[in-house]
């Protein structure tokens, strides 16, 4: 036994009945002498699992005094062993932090319980690190806790990326949610994922919170009726962009080209996932394009007007002229005489359309432009028409602003503008009122306003007829374009109005709604600065 173990040896002194001995104790020490160096290696090893771990670890006192601190800490927070014995709360990028920080330390102490939290530290050099921490207690043989383990992994880079990935997400969120163009996006089956408020009020759906869990395909039954959802289908399910515009409703019952671009979205799996949808109201710029074709028609025609006027001139006179002979030489009363009243009434009707082709085309040079006053203007039209508006029981009110400036023009083309527009309001107030009706009302007003900075004199001429028919609005100063009969019109008041207008940089336009009303707008600027008119 004494030679396989290691033993404490106790001697002791005794006398006993007047003899004296020695009394020796052993006990066997080896196993607790085995189980310490055993706990010595365990706490070596442990000390150096603590030093080489790549994470920060630290250990404070119960008053949060530092005790140990191993490589990893003096890499990531720059103190060396200088840092043992002082506080924790040094590290701490927030003061009010530590409040916390004491509350989850006691409760390591007091309930040997395992605490988490998230932890800002300041680096000696004035950096600034975030670290997930757990702390956990180191308890003695007698199961106390003596220490309050920190141990800390670092993760300031990725909260770096993921704040960096929110901020370029915000930024992508903004730019689409701020976009004058609609962007949406929505899966396979067409439900919406995400929608910007410039889609939402293009399609005229309701508010973006209420449209984005709805299925796209279903929403608006006006794009499934014009094609628009065939478009859809057609991208998710063969992935093929397209760009196109349609002609569609939206959910207000207005009626706009809309431009689209629809883009596949691949998924992780190389899959179509669903779909981006680009969608722009080029209603306004469609409109504008047909206004510039069709200003380029007229100027065509104004072009071709001028050539077959001056060759249509010439015959026409001639005609008149042989006609008239022809008419000297017969009864009054004959039916020849008739026969040939019919040829000479035709033949001025051609010599008017076609002095009105000359005046569209802009043939007469060197007109001077002279001040006159609009209101004299409107008054020498009303002493030809006045007679002939009473006679139709039309009431005619005139409302004029006081100290209306002077207007550069050419006095007669003006008085043809208005001649034709008053004529043309009658026409329409008889066709709504064909006899005498309190409502048969002509109402012409003039006012100076103030356009681009300049000085215009605007004329209104508002009647209470039949309106404009949607459909006839886009050629109404097309030439030859007429609603009238055959008999009644030329189809060329409007569109040498137009001409008019344009030669003194004015502008003329009209809004009306069919079967209510019309308006029309004669813009003069006081000056044009011109001199001639070409």
């Known amino acids: ?61 119960r008053k949060g005094i530092i005790q140990s601190w191993n490589q990893a800490c003096e890499r990531l927070f720059q103190y060396g062993p200088e840092i043992i014995g002082q506080h924790y709360g040094q590290l701490l990028l927030n003061s009010e932090d530590q409040p916390v920080v004491e509350a989850r330390v006691e409760r390591v102490f007091s309930r040997k319980a395992l605490a988490d939290m998230d932890m800002y530290y300041r680096c000696k050099d004035g950096t600034e690190r975030f670290t997930v921490s757990r702390l956990y207690p180191l308890i003695d043989d007698e199961g106390d806790v003596y220490s309050c383990v920190f141990a800390n992994t670092d993760i ?67 794009l499934i009726e014009r094609g628009i959802t065939e478009d859809f289908r057609l991208c998710i399910d063969e992935g093929t962009q397209i760009t196109v515009e349609r002609r569609c409703l939206t959910c207000e019952e207005r009626e706009r080209i809309l431009r689209l671009h629809l883009t596949p979205l691949h998924d992780e799996a190389g899959g179509i996932g669903g779909m981006l949808a680009m969608v722009e109201d080029v209603t306004e710029q469609r409109q504008l394009e047909e206004k510039l074709i069709q ?7 104004g072009e071709l007007a001028a050539g077959v006027a001056h060759e249509i001139n010439n015959p ?156 006839d609005q886009p050629y109404l100063f097309t030439p030859f374009f007429t609603t009238k009969r055959p008999a009644e019109g030329t189809g060329l008041g409007l569109s040498v109005s137009y001409g008019i207008i344009q030669d003194h940089r004015g502008d003329i336009w009209f809004e009306s709604v069919e079967g209510e009303h019309s308006a029309f707008y004669v813009d003069l600027p006081v000056d044009p600065d011109l001199e001639n008119l070409a």
């Open 1 to 61: 036994v004494f030679l396989s173990s290691e033993f404490e040896v106790t001697v002791n002194y005794l006398e006993f009945g007047g003899q004296e001995y020695y009394c020796a104790f052993a006990r066997n020490i080896g196993e607790r002498k085995q189980a310490e160096e055993a706990l010595r290696e365990n706490e070596r090893r442990y000390r150096q699992a603590v030093e080489r771990s790549p994470n920060p670890i630290f250990s404070t006192d």
């Open 156 to 222: 300031t880079e990725r909260i770096r990326a993921e704040m960096a990935l929110l901020e370029s997400e915000e930024r992508y969120r903004t730019l689409v949610n701020q976009a004058p163009i609609g962007v949406m996006t929505c899966d396979r089956e067409g439900d919406i994922e995400h929608i910007n408020p410039a889609a939402v009020a293009i399609l005229g759906l309701d508010e973006v919170s209420d449209v984005q869990t709805r299925n796209l395909m279903t929403s608006v039954p006006n």
């Open 295 to 301: 200003s380029a028609k007229l100027a065509s025609i």
């Open 316 to 471: 026409m006179n001639g005609i008149i002229n042989y006609a008239q002979l022809l008419i000297n030489g017969v009864d009054r009363g004959s039916q020849q005489a008739r026969f040939l009243e019919g040829i000479l009434r035709e033949a001025d009707r051609v010599v008017e359309i076609v002095r009105d082709l000359l005046m569209f085309a802009r043939v007469e040079k060197d007109v001077r432009l002279n001040w006159a006053d609009v209101r004299a203007i409107l008054q020498s039209v009303l002493t030809l028409s006045q007679k002939q508006l009473q006679k139709d029981g039309i009431h005619l009110e005139i409302e004029e602003a006081q100290d209306l400036p002077r207007i550069k023009c050419r006095h007669q083309r003006i008085q043809q503008v208005f001649l034709n527009l008053i004529s043309n309001a009658r026409d329409a107030l008889n066709a709504r009122y064909p006899g005498g009706h309190a409502n048969k009302h002509l109402t012409i007003r003039i006012e100076a306003i103030e356009r681009r900075g300049r000085t215009w004199v605007r004329t209104v001429f508002l009647d209470n007829g039949i309106g404009i028919a949607e459909r």
